[in-house]
């Protein structure tokens, strides 16, 4: 049997190309081009060790396992664990849905009437316009499964109108129902509503404001005595935060009386949160200004009251 060798590389230079890229689009990674050109070119190159019997230990399972993580990490050189781990998922399941697809497509065309009873049909050679139509189709298939799902997530993200009250004031904005927030205050293990600071600014303590606008969220010692200040209403809540891709923060926050959310004919009342004041922006094209979960809508041991407005 002859191989060419610039064929069997620009093969799988070009599969794995797509495959790596596909990963990146679902799993909503930043990675540069030449990253992946250069993965791509290194993966290509593992066919070759059927062909080098010294290296023939790289085609065991575990060693087949290594590579694919030499490869992710190659290619996108995630930071994060939890944003590495699923880029390796990601990787695995979009290359067994472009071999899935090829193996399926070759066998579904095949009229096994033309073989012998003695003739092994899984043991021919693979043809490369199969494997070439199989990636085709497993992309399409891959793109309506990402779109479908982009949509759901999409309707599970509403918009409503929120107003915040504590003490004698009250601010209003528009915030976004994130089904991903699930940040909770440690201590009291209460649900947390993140709120652009220029939101919040006008109902809070005046000495408190001084640090935003000082920048001074991170400056410990700043904040000790801040709440050596308001102890007596112990108001400023510390909330430790994670986001993937990023390094670990701290969020200031606050308890207020409640909240009131504007749904459909309804006004729900949720009095058992806690405020996240956030010093930035948190929608680009600031369609809104908060952050709710689902857990502050509609979780029992919260105490949400409704009535109609």
Known sequence: MYVVAEYLFLENFLINFAILNITKIITRTKASRKRILIASFVAALYPFVLFIPSFLFLTNFFMKILISIIIVKLAFDSKSIELYIKQLFGFYIVSFIFAGASIGTYYFVQNYSNFSLNENVFTKDFPIRYLILGVALG?????????YYQEKTTREK??????IYYGNKNTSLIALMDTGNSLLEPLTRLPVFIVEYEIIKEIIPERLRQVFENKQEDDLLQIQNIMEELKEKNFIRLIPF?????????????????????KNSRVIRCDNLIIGIFNGKLSTDEQYKGLLSLEILDRGNINVYEYQT
């Open 139 to 147: 992309g399409i298939l891959i793109k309506n499964i990402f779109d």
């Open 158 to 163: 509403e918009l409503f109108e929120v107003t």
């Open 242 to 262: 994670k986001t993937i891709g990023s390094k670990k923060g701290m969020l200031l926050g606050f308890k207020p009386d409640y909240i009131e959310i504007k």
